[in-house]
Each structure stands twice: as structure tokens, then as C-alpha cells.
């Protein structure tokens, strides 16, 4: 499984940004998906994730309502819509993937064995 995220920048607080994660490898009907974050000096943080065959969602508080996961089945990617973004989203943002999460852990990241290379997402005030 191959994971390649793009899409990150800089943009003004209130602007938005869509990040993408192009998946291939195999198919992902059955994996759970999902878009961490670190900023400097913190851990890794759960942001949002989707179920990819029945496309349920979970969001982090920090972002619900400002975020929408969604997925492209025929080009195997998924898409993080950043909206009215914050100097506090300022992050490396990971897209990740695994199989068989369970909802109860479908937010940590140890949960994902698959991991695409950070994008950078600078927020300015």
C-alpha cells in the first residue's frame, strides 16, 4: 500500500485548503482512512477518518464542522476540505490507512500500518 499526499500551503486565517491522499496498491474496500497532524513540538493528532466502503466519518472536535473527509472510489483517493482554517491548524498533515480498525480506535494513530509522507499546512494570522 502506497499512500501520497499533496496539497498542503500557506494560506490566510480564514482560507481553505484541500489536501489529497492518492492510495494504490491494492483496493481499499474495508480500510478505514484517516488524516493525522503534528505541529512542532506536539504529538500526533488524530483529524478526521472515513470508512471507505460505507464512507462513515469521524471528525476531532478542533475541526468538526470546519473539515470534511470524503473519498473518490474510482481514484482510489481521499480528499481533507480544510475550511475557515486557524493559525492552530499550522501542521504536517499524514494521511494513513489500515484495515479492520475498529471504531474504538479508528482515532489513534497507532491503529494505521500505512502512512503517506507529510504535506505542510501554514496558517497565518
Known amino acids: 500500500v502506497q499512500l501520497q499526499a499533496s496539497g498542503g500551503g500557506l494560506v490566510q486565517a480564514g482560507g481553505s485548503l484541500r489536501l489529497s491522499c492518492a492510495a494504490s496498491g491494492r483496493t481499499f474496500s474495508g480500510y478505514a482512512m484517516g488524516w493525522f497532524r503534528q505541529a512542532p513540538g506536539k504529538e500526533r493528532e488524530f483529524v478526521a477518518a472515513i470508512r471507505w466502503s460505507a464512507g462513515t466519518t469521524f471528525y476531532a472536535d478542533s475541526v468538526k464542522g470546519r473539515f470534511t473527509i470524503s473519498r473518490d472510489n474510482a481514484k482510489n483517493t481521499v480528499y481533507l476540505q480544510m475550511d475557515s482554517l486557524k493559525p492552530e491548524d499550522t501542521a504536517v498533515y499524514y494521511c494513513?490507512?489500515?484495515?479492520?480498525?475498529?471504531?474504538?480506535?479508528?482515532?489513534?494513530?497507532?491503529?494505521?500500518?500505512?502512512w503517506g509522507q507529510g504535506t505542510l499546512v501554514t496558517v497565518s494570522s
Open positions: 494513513a490507512a489500515d484495515l479492520r480498525i475498529t471504531l474504538s480506535m479508528i482515532r489513534l494513530p497507532s491503529s494505521y500500518d500505512y
